[in-house]
């Protein structure tokens, strides 16, 4: 059985960083692309991030580029997401999904697996 556990949200300042881990277990986890993607209420689940498979090649959505960083750490079955200089607009549930199956990085229906979330919340 998949788990996908999310971790590190909370309360933070605007212009304030925080780091966000997903722990994936029940797949090996170093055979898969992952990605990022946020939900605010009343918008779709949009694509934050994507990294492949040993982190050579990752992509970001435009409103994130320059101040969100992912990345893995195979041997911790762990992606990470470094978000800095953070907006109220980030705020958002953060939700890791494993498993990319290929297509399009940003459109949810590429990966397999989902985590419950872990909630951002960004103080103007």
């Known amino acids: 059985q998949v788990q996908v556990v999310e971790s590190g949200g909370g309360l933070v300042q605007a212009g304030g960083s925080l780091r966000l881990s997903c722990t994936v277990s029940?797949?090996?986890?170093?055979?898969?692309?992952m990605g990022w993607f946020r939900q605010a209420p009343g918008n779709e689940r949009e694509g934050v991030s994507y990294i492949d498979v040993i982190g050579s090649s990752t992509k970001y959505s435009d409103s994130v580029k320059g101040r969100f960083t992912i990345s893995r750490d195979n041997a911790k079955n762990t992606l990470y997401l470094q978000m800095n200089n953070l907006k109220p607009e980030d705020a958002a549930m953060y939700y890791c999904a494993a498993a990319f199956s290929g297509g399009d990085w940003s459109r949810p229906g590429s990966y397999k697996y989902w985590g419950q979330g872990t909630q951002v919340s960004v103080l103007s």
């Open positions: 029940g797949l090996t986890f170093r055979l898969y692309s």
